[in-house]
């Protein structure tokens, strides 16, 4: 029992609070989706200014993937409307003070840009130009992989989303999956590619655990809210066995394993790291997006 | 114009007449509401005392529903209410997210995002809120705040135990209460004991009816 009830000591005997979790897996698909979708851009950015001639290959499938995963997101996103045959009232009816309409608009060019992308590689076979939009698809897909930590810290109620530290993690979220990603796709890549794909898999998920723990040790500090909140995955909470699972299929083994791999040049291990990576960031973005959901607000 | 709400909570009897003429005017379906009562017990048995907390939308100044929603379905009228179009509303959600308050639901009729609007269909036609009219203690208090002549501004300048909810959200809420203190007003300043509510069936139907 936390100091405000001991001292009031205080119990609520008629109330109806909202029910249940509003925003649950779907919006965790959201996310995790995205995080793939935006994080192979990236890293396919990466491997073709540092790999360009074994990394040619890898420009229409990683941008068909990335498609397919900003699709999966936007599906996602779509299925969560209570009125789903309205969300084009986004497009002709919009209030730009609100992160979903900004994101819904910025994703938006992404999508038409890749269409392109994918055009211009597979059809016209022009790599050059393909690589000139590459660069702005890697600016896009910033604030495509940021907004979302904008609108939950447009989501007041919970005070866990805290801007500054959501923003990292979504950034994180994608070097993470997007290396993994391209370690499962690129088979043909030498082992000093795949060994830097594994560095940047390691330490992003090395800083995103830095990041969550920080959050969980220092969180008290901010305000009552965070510590009620947070007591959803401390000692015998309702999520701890989940955060923990997720924190470590996410973070701690692929991190474990990418050293492993890197002192033994076994690429096997980088693929474990991998699944397990791209596995558990959907584990540990469920945790945190339902726990301050279990906060009542009145 | 700038209308606010006020409830001396001294007065308030917890008989929910505002709770059943709300649902009432504004077809509030069941396991929803647009405005509630709350009961809170206080102490140990035989030194007990109950309060009564009438709960509704707070009419924000800065309201984080207003500004997370994409579409404006939640907008503010020229009297400083914040209404809602059901026209627009996509169903997303995010003001639900958005409202430290918990003021917002998903109508599982409509599928649409609802909440109290200070009747504004009723304040159009210069009629009181239903829940002011149903009071039978007079315990809710609606007017002008810009008018420093109207009975809500009077009343709040009369009584220096005026609060709203949670101030540190910094969303300044035009609905205020006399008489509030943490154990009405601060949600984590009293227990919820499951199955130890006066009734104890309460019916969770999911948000919206799709998930
Ligand atoms: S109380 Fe909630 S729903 Fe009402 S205006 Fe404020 S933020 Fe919006
Ligand atoms: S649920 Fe409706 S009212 Fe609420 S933010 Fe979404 S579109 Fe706006």
């Given amino acids: 029992m936390h100091a405000a009830i001991e001292a009031t000591n205080a119990v609520v005997t008629l109330d109806v609070g909202l029910p249940g979790i509003v925003w649950g897996w779907i919006i965790t698909m959201n996310m995790w989706a995205k995080s793939i979708g935006t994080g192979v851009i990236f890293l396919l950015f990466y491997l073709l200014k540092k790999y360009p001639n074994e990394a040619g290959y890898l420009r229409f499938p990683v941008t068909v993937v990335s498609l397919v995963f900003i699709h999966i997101f936007l599906l996602f996103t779509v299925i969560d409307l209570h009125h789903i045959f309205r969300f084009w009232h986004i497009f002709t009816q919009p209030h730009f003070t609100s992160a979903i309409t900004v994101g819904a608009w910025i994703v938006t060019g992404l999508v038409a840009l890749l269409f392109l992308m994918a055009f211009t590689v597979f059809i016209k076979k022009n790599t050059a130009s393909f690589d000139k939009m590459l660069t702005w698809a890697v600016v896009i897909s910033i604030p495509v992989t940021l907004y979302t930590a904008a609108i939950m810290a447009e989501a007041t109620a919970r005070e866990l989303w805290q801007m500054p530290t959501e923003a990292v993690q979504m950034l994180l979220a994608a070097t993470l999956t997007g290396s993994a990603t391209l370690i499962l796709m690129g088979g043909r890549l030498s082992y000093e590619a795949k060994r830097d794909l594994g560095l940047i898999l390691g330490l992003s998920a090395f800083v995103a655990f830095i990041v969550y723990m920080s959050e969980m040790v220092f969180g008290p500090m901010k305000g009552e809210e965070i510590i009620v909140t947070l007591q959803a995955v401390k000692g015998a909470g309702q999520y701890t066995t989940m955060f923990w699972i997720g924190q470590a299929a996410a973070f701690i083994l692929p991190m474990v394993l990418v050293l492993l791999s890197i002192s033994s040049r076994s690429e096997s291990l980088l693929k474990l790291a991998s699944i397990l990576a791209i596995a558990g960031l959907w584990i540990v973005k469920y945790v945190w997006l339902v726990i301050p959901q279990l906060l009542n607000l009145s | ?211």
């Fill in chain 2, 1 to 211: 114009m700038q209308l606010g709400f006020l409830v001396d909570l001294h007065l308030c009897m917890g008989c929910k007449g505002c709770e059943i003429a709300c649902k009432v005017e504004n077809e509030v379906p069941l396991s929803t509401w647009r405005l509630r009562v709350k009961y809170v017990d206080v102490g140990m048995y035989p030194e007990t005392k109950r309060t009564f907390t009438p709960l509704r939308c707070n009419h924000c100044a800065n309201a984080p529903c207003e500004r997370i929603c994409p579409v404006s379905a939640l907008h503010y009228i020229e009297n400083g209410i914040v209404n809602i179009d059901k026209e627009r509303c996509i169903g997303c959600a995010g003001c639900i997210m958005a409202c430290p308050y918990g003021a917002i639901y998903i109508d599982p009729e409509t599928q649409t995002a609802d909440k109290c609007t200070y009747c504004a269909h009723r304040i159009a036609s210069s009629m009181m809120p239903a829940c002011v009219v149903a009071c039978p203690v007079q315990a809710n208090i609606f007017g002008d705040l810009d008018d420093p002549t109207s009975e809500i501004s009077r009343y709040i300048q009369d009584h220096h135990d005026t609060r709203v909810r949670k101030p540190e959200k910094g969303t300044n809420p035009h609905h205020y209460y006399v008489g509030g203190g943490d154990v009405n007003l601060n949600p984590l300043a009293s227990e919820r004991v499951e199955g130890y509510s006066l009734f104890n069936n309460i019916t969770h139907l999911p948000v919206g009816g799709h998930h």
